[in-house]
């Protein structure tokens, strides 16, 4: 069965420092990967995803993530971020064997911060 | 606008009491789930349903049961609450190509 890992649970920052936050998946011959975003107390958005093409995706507020099929990632990236951008963050990928659409989750990372 | 819709937003219900959770979507997606998720911590699928009449139970057993008899709506049903039941419960649907769309969750507290 698919799996996801998110190896920080929490990543403290300052305001305009740059953040990097990692995600590997077990191996599958095909996959989706997405990234979504959870502010307090609200459902999940979809941040970034990819299912095909270009390796490196990008999301409308300066997040950016890199499928890499060797390593199995697809971690998450902002050269500069924002006191807006505190938030947990979710991996997820789809596993497409057998036709499934299902997600599974990555335990998520606590992204603060800080001015 | 195309969405999906979570009832209620929050919830604090005694021992012993049924409740259902409400969740509809406006897209006209076939597929369908319920995620539970404790604070601070990882979603676990608990239900799914790939079109009307179709339900499977998820990874995470759960003694909550669902139903599909139309296509844009999916109740979920705890027949008694406990408080073990206490947790956030979040509604999806999903299209491929579009990734997944979630409603804004409901936090069920059991008192």
Redesign the interface.
């Given at each position: 069965a698919q799996s996801v890992t998110q190896l920080d649970s929490q990543v403290p920052v300052f305001e305009e420092a740059p953040v990097e936050l990692r995600c590997n998946y077990s191996s599958s011959v095909s996959v989706?990967l997405?990234w979504?975003v959870q502010y307090p107390?609200?459902?999940?958005?979809?941040l970034l995803?990819y299912?095909s093409g270009s390796t490196l995706v990008e999301s409308i507020n300066g997040f950016e993530a890199e499928f890499n099929k060797s390593q199995t990632s697809f971690h998450l990236r902002k050269p500069s971020v924002h006191i807006s951008d505190t938030a947990e963050y979710?991996c997820?990928v789809?596993d497409l064997q057998g036709g499934s659409?299902?997600?599974v989750?990555?335990?998520?990372t606590?992204l603060t911060v800080n001015p | 606008e195309a969405d999906i819709y979570?009832t209620p937003r929050y919830l604090v219900i005694g021992t012993g009491k049924k409740i259902t959770l409400e969740c509809s979507q406006t897209m006209g997606h076939d597929?369908m789930?319920w995620?539970q998720q404790d604070p601070?911590?990882?979603?676990h699928?608990i239900h799914?349903s790939y079109g009307v009449n179709s339900t499977e139970k998820?990874d995470l057993s759960s003694e909550s049961t669902v139903s599909r008899i139309r296509t844009e709506h999916f109740p979920l049903t705890l027949e008694s609450a406990r408080p073990s039941h206490t947790s956030q419960y979040?509604c999806?649907s999903?299209d491929?190509?579009?990734?997944?769309?979630?409603?804004?969750?409901t936090?069920l507290t059991v008192v």
């Amino acid at each position: 069965a698919q799996s996801v890992t998110q190896l920080d649970s929490q990543v403290p920052v300052f305001e305009e420092a740059p953040v990097e936050l990692r995600c590997n998946y077990s191996s599958s011959v095909s996959v989706y990967l997405f990234w979504y975003v959870q502010y307090p107390n609200q459902g999940l958005q979809l941040l970034l995803k990819y299912l095909s093409g270009s390796t490196l995706v990008e999301s409308i507020n300066g997040f950016e993530a890199e499928f890499n099929k060797s390593q199995t990632s697809f971690h998450l990236r902002k050269p500069s971020v924002h006191i807006s951008d505190t938030a947990e963050y979710f991996c997820a990928v789809s596993d497409l064997q057998g036709g499934s659409e299902k997600l599974v989750f990555g335990k998520g990372t606590k992204l603060t911060v800080n001015p | 606008e195309a969405d999906i819709y979570q009832t209620p937003r929050y919830l604090v219900i005694g021992t012993g009491k049924k409740i259902t959770l409400e969740c509809s979507q406006t897209m006209g997606h076939d597929k369908m789930y319920w995620y539970q998720q404790d604070p601070g911590m990882e979603l676990h699928l608990i239900h799914y349903s790939y079109g009307v009449n179709s339900t499977e139970k998820g990874d995470l057993s759960s003694e909550s049961t669902v139903s599909r008899i139309r296509t844009e709506h999916f109740p979920l049903t705890l027949e008694s609450a406990r408080p073990s039941h206490t947790s956030q419960y979040l509604c999806a649907s999903s299209d491929l190509a579009f990734g997944y769309t979630f409603g804004s969750g409901t936090r069920l507290t059991v008192v």
